[in-house]
């Protein structure tokens, strides 16, 4: 770059805004991909409501983000020393305006948290109680599913674990989790060894998986589909892999499934909680 | 004056004296030295030591991110160069950095001769800077040339319980925590040292109110220090004792609880986060001034907010636990306190736009890294808006939209501004001036390559990107905004090698910066530079804010500021005194031992009992030697 000029400096600083706006275009491109983990592209009540509230907060920021910085270079370009004995009036300051600058702000954010409130505790309530139950178990380094309603041929409550044998670095291969569609699920979430973070980001937010806690709160799937999730928090050396798949199926599919677990041969006797799994679905 | 050789042997306490020495040349000064000049010297040399060495480790980092499923480094390296690349960006970056401007300022700034306690400044970096390469030791406890890193490698946060003995057995995390410890000794030392530097050693006139904002900033930083750091060496304690005799603090197996452990972190945490980015604040309201020739706009509301974020920042530690399950009434209380620590935040940042509103704005570098500060901390701020709002954070928490958010903050706030310092003030102590051309093209280039390497992870984060994960599939559309951080890396620590040439042939050049290069406003440009060792041949009477610009101009009768007419207040070197008969405290190396004694100690509960007393010993006889020597040697 040119730096010794004045022209070329404000042409710099020109450029960066370009570069700053051009990069503002690609967060917009990149929204509205269907990529799996994709926290715009959501598939589900609560992530829904999470993406309404993100960008509630998100636009007054942007606005506020172009004035604050567009100010700046026209402050920059405007009030620019042009004489180098110039001295410009002493101003100390204005109690009106900067009481004005201090009270909009305060006001616009209390508006801003009336809908936060009131979705905080929409995604915060109980989940119902016939909401679809399943108990998830966060271990380094896998997630196990326990579906404590739908019984197996022993009458135990199915189970679904990683396949430890064919993952690099620690973690076990996900299984494929099946959930139904359309239908409140109740989620119990539990640790078993350190902390791990439960997110499914198109569906809904991390909840934190802690030892000796026990976190319960609700989820929703629109539709049949399949759906990804990893651990989001830092839990040792297979953090990377501790990857989950979903498939949300309708409820003729997910019965049909439900029969296939059924079945004796399907050496579904996976003990739940154990860190050393033995099989896959 | 290291040389003790005389006729007869000496006896310890006459070898001691005359190593003690007062001489300002030779590395015996620097090791005994007890001037708040040179131990600022020696806090940003190291710092920026320290700096090149997280910034490796960043580079690191980014160079195994560059593309999905790279194999460059493994895991277990990738978790211990996330751990230290934190841990010694906040400790012994930003944190040191800030203390640096504090030793080398607060006296100028406020007229005085002296810190308050000039040996337990010393005694703060010494210790300091023990921690600090105790901390790195670590490394190197692995079997390093096998690739096996021995450094911590449970994350800068060490949440229970990965760091515990049972999930952390080697003793990285060990090296971690009593480093932290050593480290909270330093910061506690420096904040008393400051609290009652401020209060008590300002010069006649110089009321608080009078105070160059800096100093304000200084005495809020230096508050909550001494509050915050004893939270989290509370936590270490009992972190210690899990590790190290099997106590169940945060062992949930025996009814501990690991949210515990987060509780006293975030306490302490989040009071950190307003210490790292309120010195610099102080800065670019220094900064900003001066460049635009016009007083900071509202002097009050920028000195009230400041106080006002210092309070606020203990009740907003649960913002770092919203999903931690601790139920929707406490999310809904800690998510209000965090919008409204937005609102003197804010402040801030339209008074200094206020500020730049109708000056004569000289573009210098000094004034480019300001308003680089400005501009990105901007940015952090209004992304932190977003993730104050519960709901919105459940989705955010633990990706890259956080690790943008918060280096926007400490990178395009805090070390923006830090340099914006560096550039100010390196002229008064070096009487050198920053070379501009280099100076221009280190910020172009620190301030693209920031934004190529942060922006993106914005969008890496709100497409899932989970953080300290050390490799991706390539199914999951982050690439491209992996591969732009990657390079925008390199594009910055492109601008640090631009740095560091631009102070070697700064320093070699033969020009001279004078006393005031800038046409500041505050008291250290009164000086000479570099400051005499006493700073003031004759401790200034202060009458106004900005006291040495009304020295230099006055106001004709419409209020338009004229020069006072020739010379005026503006002193020449040769006009100054020579310093005679002011006594300064002569050097001591009892701090330099009192300080060695803390990584002894550390090492001797890692490794063998046997060492701690010898720890203490030396502590001990730093202490003891330190308490009976008097502060000012007779003048002979
Ligand atoms: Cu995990």
Redo the contacts with the bound molecule.
Sequence with gaps: MKITKPTARSAGRIFATLLLLGLIALLFSACGTDTPQNTFATKGDVAHDQRTIFLLAMWPAIGVMIFVEVGIVLILLRFRRRRADEVPKQVHGNTRLEVIWTVIPAIALIILAVPMLSILFDVGRSPKADAFTINVT?LQ?QWLFEYPDVKDANGKPITLAGDPGTAPSGHANAPLVHLPAGREIKVVLKAQDVI??FAIPRIAGTRDAIPGHEEVFWIEIDEPGTLHGQ?R?F?GFG?AG?TMTVQADNDTDFQAWVREKQQPKGTAGTRSGSPAPSASP | MATVIGQRQPTMAEALRAARGSSYEGIWSWLTTVDHKRIGVLYGASAFFFFLLGGIEALLIRVQLIVPNSGIIDADAYNRLFTMHGTTMIFLVVMPMSSAFFNLLIPLQIGARDVAFPRLHAFSYWVFLAGGIFLNISFFTGNIFQGELGAPGAGWFGYQTLASKQFSPDHGVDFWLFGLQILGVASLASGFNFIVTVLNMRAPGMTLFRMPLFAWMTLVTSFLLIFAMPVIAVALFELMFDRLFDANFFNPVAGGNPLLWQHMFWLFGHPEVYILILPAMGIVSEVLPTFARKPLFGYPFVVFSGIAIGFMSWGVWVHHMYTTGLGTVANAAFGISTIMIGVPTGVKIFNWLGTLWGGSISLKTPLLFAVGFVAMFTIGGLSGVTHSMVPSDYQQQDTYYVVAHFHYVLFGGAIFGLFSGIYYWFPKFSDKLLGEGLGQLHFWLMFIGFNLTFFPMHISGLLGMPRRIYTYSGDQGWDLWNLMSSIGAFVIATSILVFIINVIVSLRSARRAGPDPWDGRTLEWAIPSPPPPHNFDEIPHVHARDDFWHQKYTEDEKGQPVPVVAGGAVEEDQHAGDGHGIHMPSPSFFPLIAAIGFPIMATGMIYDYALVPVGVAVLFTGIYGWAFEPATEEAE
Aim: with cysteine.
């Design positions: 966060g380094w791990h973070s651990c928090e839990c953090h501790m």
